[in-house]
């Protein structure tokens, strides 16, 4: 069974810095791209942004883009997301997703269940 | 606002048929494939649809999807009251070089 789980989320003040991890189970990590999801309170789906399974191609939200940097390590079964000058609209539930295969971003076949980042003073 | 455009909601009777549609243009729907999602309430996005017209093993084809040029449709039939989530279409968007999503659609089953 596939398994993805969060940590890293918490309450940081505008412009501050957060790096989450999502630690995966259940299927060979390396061959699968990765993708970062947030839902912002209330409000729809927004994919920030995806790793292809090597890590060669890397995409973001334009958003988050210059702010934000996706990782991963194969070794270790991990996709990472480091987050600076954090704002308050970055204010979501944030969840990994694992791609159909290695370069698929819009194609998220599971889920984790999400860490809550909070930007606020 | 989302690039990717749906109903904000729709509604059905328990047994009938609905079906949800997604807009957009050239750049992401018009060249690239169509996922959809259900998003049940407190839990997280299952991949209902992808490749446009393809369900992941274990859907049941109650759920159908079609693309025709920059618009795309979720079909489900014989809804029942579990039915009962928000679903959101997705795809790549060339132009921006990322995923879009649409707003989401609230399905209600009467």
């Known amino acids: 069974e596939v398994q993805l789980l969060e940590s890293g989320g918490d309450l940081v003040q505008p412009g501050g810095s957060l790096r989450l991890s999502c630690g995966t189970s259940?299927?060979?990590?390396?061959?699968?791209?990765m993708s970062w999801v947030r839902q912002a309170p209330g409000k729809g789906l927004e994919w920030v942004s995806g790793c292809s399974s090597t890590g060669d191609m890397r995409v973001y939200a334009e958003s988050v883009k210059g702010r934000f940097i996706i990782s991963r390590d194969n070794s270790k079964g991990t996709l990472y997301l480091q987050m600076k000058n954090l704002r308050s609209e970055d204010t979501a539930v944030y969840s990994c997703a694992k791609g159909l295969h290695s370069v698929s971003f819009n194609e998220l076949d599971s889920w984790g269940q999400g860490t809550l980042v909070a930007v606020s003073s | 606002q989302s690039v990717l455009t749906q109903p904000p909601s729709v509604s059905a009777a328990s047994g009938q048929k609905v079906t949800i549609s997604c807009s957009g243009s050239?750049?992401?729907?018009?060249?690239?494939?169509v996922s959809w999602y259900q998003q049940l309430p407190g839990t997280a996005p299952k991949l209902l649809i992808h490749?446009?017209?393809q369900r992941p093993s274990g859907i049941p084809d109650r759920f159908s999807g079609s693309k025709s040029g920059t618009s795309a449709t979720l079909g489900i039939t014989g809804l029942q009251t579990g039915d009962e989530a928000v679903y959101y279409c997705g795809t790549w968007d060339s132009s921006l070089s990322a995923v879009q999503f649409g707003g989401g659609t609230k399905l209600a089953v009467l």
């Open positions: 050239s750049s992401n729907m018009g060249s690239n494939f």
């Open positions: 259940g299927f060979n990590f390396s061959n699968y791209a």
């Open positions: 490749y446009n017209t």
